[in-house]
């Protein structure tokens, strides 16, 4: 509970700081908003007054407080570009990346745990090398070529799944589920390819362990000494990993949107850049690592949870 | 009652591919009998008991034939599937590290239970987990039923090791098999589970293999004896028999090495022990033999002697003068110099982290006003168990840490040096020798000094130019006391300079700081775990405990007449050879 | 052994992509900004290895300049984190409390920063260049260094040898060059040839998403791209940029995990 409340206020901080970071790089470095507005040819004066309308005369610390009171209750402002509200074209996006990120972490889970605790069981067998041969192939391929290799061999030769594109679940939940496989798989078997080097090489240090031949001395025959007492013990070190590669996920999903052309936060983040709208990067940014912040928070809970040794104190 | 051994024995050997770790070993073993198997490291005594067990380690390949009695099939070879009914039920085993045996997430009560289990002694869970706390209060655990509610990482050393003593006894087994189970933990623990060990063994009638590298330890637990070298047995007998008349050179040499008792000197076996693979050809023991001949070079086989016991030497020692006592080394008086350095009061406490923000911080005490001084000539050894503070103490005394406390004066010019305990880690693995060895004299060494320096330490002048890692661990502490010797000091400080050197080189570095103080009016201070290092090496003694120093005084006196109950309680728990024979026939 | 192996693979793989790279630099089959609308799409074989794109430029002289502009990215955006990273990491390890753990927090909050999320912020205020895209990934990957060097270092720093260094008057300065350094090379070398394919990774995605290296400058990411638009008509177009990409990954992953195991003999086959 201690340690709960701990993690709650040093989470808040980096929120904060994170925030402050974001603030200052895109909206104290940056040129003029209004001047980009309105291009190079602007007179001043619609200069000034666009300036006044956007409240950028105002002075930088009154911006930020503005700025942040808003994210405080969801509101992220409007938009220079568009005029438009960004809140709820944010909240519209997160869920998106969300289920991407999500698909692609189960995805990553399903393969690298059985293929990782069994490369490092027959670690001194051929089968072991070619897993990890495989998982070394895997972490080479980025996920955006992935996504366009399956795009090739599911959609263009076999035609059985859509190559891009969105159906929200609220709509058609069978046509959702078609058009996230692909983005959900090339985000997973590349992250899939790193987790099960990740998992092999715990459960190899595991499998080196005083404590795994006391289970053997125990009467436990291999196979379950791994199980019981081995696994639990590797879960320790690859759930700190899980925790990385969730917010991996989240910012990798930026990329396979591009690829599967799904309207998510890469999506918007992207067309935020393109238009130089400075105030929706920030929001769509500022979504992002606090994410991942809580992302990892969690993890950090639950790592404290599964080991015992830090949870005396 | 069966006349059958429990166990037999039979070419036992062990291969790493195509290098033989161990080789051609057979013994037999009773009900009810503790053998004990004595070697240096790299003699293959672990090898083979994990070997009898299935245990081997993934690349390595056992061969010849084991029988335990009860077992339809024999050990070596056999099936994980097979072995599996017969490891906790029939044979349990200890292992060397308490700190790592057991499950770190796993609560330690459970981890007995499952042994009860697995082999269908106790069925139901609830049982099980009483017969566990049961039998975690026959180990003599206080607070049973707490201790098995704990999680590993909550125990001291010793109570893990009950721990898993509990694990390897819980079925009752025939066979216990203890790999060093004492050598990471306190002699006075040492004593409490060795007592465990030999009260249930003497209780149950539980046949008993008992791994270590401390002759007198095995001589106070055993019947008898086995004792290997370069993955061989070269003799065998009754302990009281080996252990006093030796009739292998090795035997007899070993002996000599670990006799630190009052009046003898420890003679170290020349040269290092060799690596597998690099065994001479005839006798293993053959290039390190004192009585090594041409008939050497043919295999000595493994025969009967008169007495009851094996050895494989074509010289056998007779063993009339097998311990002629070499008388130590014969010192010029020394008189008690100028005091070098003066400690008052030193107290060093460390913060503990805070348990909720604004709490006041919680402080552990590692020393508590200890004062002391140390004169030219004179060797003051510090001894004491693992939290006495006694490394704390050196650390403050030689500048490496600030008391919380108190304080260390030393007088004009006077320069202070420290012998480290690891000699792995106290050389930079990057760094020639020779720069080494001229770290402390800050671009003042010439070539000249170095090698002479070396040469001090009784290593050849080429040494200079090589790596730390192209040394043995006796060598290389060789090396760690030249660089503290560079810069002249007057003071030299040791932290448990031997404790991680093998038993057969020990002796020749007790000499090195002996000859190395005697000749320069030094002052020194031991600091070590071993009553025995200190009663070699000092004249002063300072026990210590808890922090504080509780006896102190001229070593012979502190041997003789103990003042302070810990104190003598500490000198009652070191096995020592003579007396653990007595009371105990075989 | 097995390192051999792995270290041999992944040696010959690095050197390819940059000898491609380095030859580019003197000669190419074509230029690889030619646009020849006479020989659009070109089959492989004949006049041109690999074939042409779409605009009829030589796919093998772009791969061969994308190799430049991939190992230039890399190099500068490794060498900006080795620089930041490891003096950091050798300070925080050899400093015992705040300023250690003010290094790691600042790495820690670095981590929820990924180089994509950098260079897109930077690409919003900069817009696009080679530039932008070097310094995102160069201060992603700087945490990665200080995390692995403070380990490292504070390892060194608990051993005797150090104390021996300090009864001997050795300042931290000497201590940190004498006996920290040396000893955490390793650590350090190993850290970078897997810092490097990151950035080789990043690079190609920031590339994709037209936030790295601007039109007509090639580089694998936007070849890419664009022969995506042709993975109806003409797949093949986007197998060699992708196989540049991996080659190229895998190689620089390999050459790490060789030098690790050589360089640490107890870690072979952990990692």
């Not at chain 1, 992002?288 to 639950?302: I, P, S």
């Not at chain 2, 004009?412 to 402390?440: C, K, N, T, Y």
């Not at chain 2, 002796?507 to 320069?520: K, M």
């Not at chain 3, 060097?149 to 390892?155: D, E, G, V, Y």
Request: net charge positive; hydrophobic share 50%.
């Amino acid at each position: 509970m201690r340690l709960l409340l701990r993690k709650l206020a040093s989470l808040l901080t980096s929120a904060v700081i994170a925030s402050f970071v974001v603030f200052a790089f895109l909206a104290v470095l940056p040129g003029d908003p209004a001047e980009v507005a309105l291009g190079t040819n602007a007179t001043p004066d619609a200069v000034a007054a666009l300036r006044h309308e956007f409240g950028t005369d105002r002075p930088l610390v009154t911006q930020y407080l503005d700025w942040a009171q808003g994210l405080l209750h969801g509101d992220f402002g409007t938009s220079y570009v568009t005029h438009d509200l960004i809140g709820p074209r944010i909240t519209d996006r997160f869920g998106v990346t969300c289920w991407l990120a999500l698909g692609g972490m189960l995805v990553a889970v399903l393969l690298a745990l059985p293929a990782g605790v069994l490369a490092a069981a027959w670690h001194r067998k051929a089968a072991g090398a070619l897993l990890s041969a495989l998982s070394q192939a895997g972490i080479a391929i980025p996920a955006f070529l992935a996504g366009i290799l399956l795009v090739y061999v599911f959609a263009v030769r076999a035609g059985a799944l859509p190559a891009g594109g969105y159906t929200p679940l609220a709509e058609d939940p069978g046509e959702w589920a078609r058009h996230l496989v692909l983005p959900c798989l090339s985000l997973g078997l590349v992250q899939g390819a790193v987790l099960t080097r990740y998992v092999r090489s715990a459960v190899l240090t595991v499998l080196h362990q005083d404590f795994l031949r006391t289970a053997r001395a125990k009467g436990r025959r291999r196979r379950a000494a791994l199980w019981r007492h081995g696994l639990p013990n590797a879960a320790v070190p690859v759930l700190t990993v899980l925790g990385l590669q969730l917010s991996t996920l989240l910012v990798g999903a930026v990329v396979v949107e591009r690829v599967f052309v799904v309207p998510g936060l890469g999506d918007l983040l992207l067309q935020g850049v393109a238009d130089r709208d400075l105030l929706l990067v920030q929001g769509v940014v500022i979504v992002l690592v606090v994410a991942v912040l809580v992302v990892n928070v969690v993890t950090d809970l639950l790592y404290h949870l599964l080991d015992p040794r830090l949870r005396s104190r | 009652m069966t006349t059958a051994p429990l166990l037999e024995v039979t070419g036992l050997g062990v291969d790493a591919g195509a290098v033989p770790l161990v080789r051609d070993v057979s013994f037999s073993l009773a009900r009810g009998e503790r053998l004990g198997v004595i070697g240096e490291s790299g003699s293959g005594k672990t090898l083979t008991a994990l070997a009898l067990l299935g245990l081997l380690d993934d690349g390595l390949r056992a061969t010849g034939s084991a029988r335990l009695d009860g077992v339809p099939f024999d050990l070596v070879g056999a099936s994980d599937r097979d072995l599996s009914t017969v490891r906790g039920r029939l044979a349990g085993m200890v292992f060397q590290e308490p700190m790592t045996a057991l499950n770190p997430v796993m609560r330690v009560g459970p981890q007995i239970a499952e042994t009860l289990r697995l082999h269908g002694t106790r069925t139901e869970r609830a049982a099980a987990r009483a017969t566990a706390v049961d039998l975690l209060d026959r180990l003599r655990l206080p607070d049973p039923a707490r201790a098995a509610r704990a999680h590993p990482h909550q125990l001291s050393g010793g109570q893990r090791q009950r721990g898993v003593l509990g694990i390897a006894l819980a079925n009752d087994p025939a066979l216990l098999i203890c790999d060093e189970p004492t050598t990471a933990l306190d002699v006075t623990v040492q004593k409490d589970i060795v007592d465990l060990i030999t009260g249930l063994s003497a209780e149950r009638d539980t046949a008993v293999l008992y791994i270590s590298h401390d002759l007198a330890l095995v001589a106070s637990v055993c019947h008898r004896v086995l004792v290997m070298y370069g993955g061989r047995i070269v003799e065998s007998g009754p302990v009281r028999q080996v252990l006093s008349r030796p009739a292998h050179p090795y035997t007899e040499a070993l002996l000599a090495a670990c006799d630190l008792s009052p009046g003898a000197r420890p003679k170290a076996i020349p040269g290092t022990v060799p690596a597998p693979g690099a065994l001479p050809e005839g006798c293993v023991f053959r290039d390190r033999c004192a009585y090594a001949d041409d008939a050497c070079a043919v295999r000595p086989e493994r025969v009967a002697d008169a007495s009851g016991g094996t050895v494989a030497c074509w010289h056998p020692r007779t063993g009339a003068a097998a311990t002629e006592a070499t008388p130590p080394p014969v010192e010029a008086p020394r008189e008690a110099g100028r005091v070098l350095l003066t400690a008052r009061k030193l107290t060093r406490r460390y913060a503990r982290p805070r348990t909720r923000p604004f709490a006041p911080r919680a402080h552990f005490t590692a020393l508590e006003e200890v004062g002391l001084e140390l004169r030219a000539g004179r060797r003051l050894g510090v001894v004491g168990e693992s939290g006495s503070g006694k490394t704390t103490l050196l650390r403050l005394l030689a500048g490496l840490d600030r008391p919380t406390a108190g304080t260390v004066e030393t007088a004009d010019g006077v320069g202070l040096q420290v012998v480290f305990q690891d000699p792995m880690g106290s050389l930079d693995p990057r760094m020639r020798v020779r720069d080494i060895v001229a770290e402390p004299l800050r671009g003042a060494a010439s070539p000249g000094r170095v090698a002479e320096l070396l040469t001090a330490v009784g290593l050849p002048a080429d040494a200079a130019a090589r790596y730390p890692h192209q040394f043995s661990g006796g060598q290389r502490q060789r090396i760690a006391i030249a660089r503290a010797l560079a810069p002249k000091p007057s003071v030299l400080f040791a932290d448990e300079p031997v404790s991680a050197l093998d038993v057969s080189v020990r002796a020749q570095i007790l000499d090195v700081l002996r000859g190395v103080t005697g000749e320069r009016g030094m002052g020194l201070c031991v600091v070590s775990h071993d009553l025995g290092v200190i009663r070699y090496l000092c004249d002063d003694v300072m026990v210590m405990r808890g922090g504080r120093v509780v006896e102190r005084g001229p070593v012979a006196d502190v041997w003789s007449a103990p003042q302070h109950p810990y104190t003598e309680q500490l000198l009652n728990a070191v096995p020592v050879l003579g007396r653990s024979f007595s009371g105990k026939g075989s | 052994m097995r390192h051999r192996a792995t270290l041999t693979a992944g040696g010959a793989l690095v050197v390819l992509v940059l000898a491609a790279a380095l030859l580019s630099l003197v000669w190419t089959p074509y230029d690889p900004m030619h646009v020849d609308a006479a020989h659009r799409l070109a089959a492989p074989g004949g006049g041109h290895l690999l074939g042409t794109d779409q605009f009829g430029r030589d796919v093998a002289s772009r791969l061969m300049t994308g190799a430049r502009t991939t190992v230039f990215v890399g190099v500068v955006a490794v060498g900006f984190a080795v620089f930041l990273g490891v003096p950091a990491g050798i300070a925080a390890g050899m400093s015992d409390g705040a300023l250690g753990a003010l290094v790691m927090r600042v790495g820690d909050f670095l981590l929820a920063f990924p180089a994509l999320l950098l260079a897109i912020m930077l690409a919003a205020v900069y817009g696009t260049s080679t530039l932008t895209a070097m310094t995102a990934i160069g201060i992603a990957s700087a945490p990665g260094f200080a995390r692995v060097s403070r380990a490292a270092t504070l390892r060194v720093m608990a051993a005797e040898y150090i104390d021996a260094a300090r009864l001997a008057r050795r300042s931290r300065t000497a201590i940190a060059w004498r006996h920290v350094l040396p000893n955490i090379r390793d650590v350090v070398i190993v850290q970078v040839s897997v810092a490097f394919a990151t950035a080789v990774l990043a690079e190609a995605a920031l590339s994709y998403l037209g936030l790295g290296t601007p039109p007509p400058t090639p580089s694998w990411g936007r070849m890419l791209l664009d022969s995506q638009e042709l993975l109806f008509s003409e797949p093949e177009l986007c197998l060699w940029p992708g196989l540049a990409v991996a080659a190229a990954v895998l190689g620089l992953n390999l050459f790490g995990d060789g030098l690790r195991d050589r360089f640490d003999p107890t870690l072979e086959g952990v990692r």
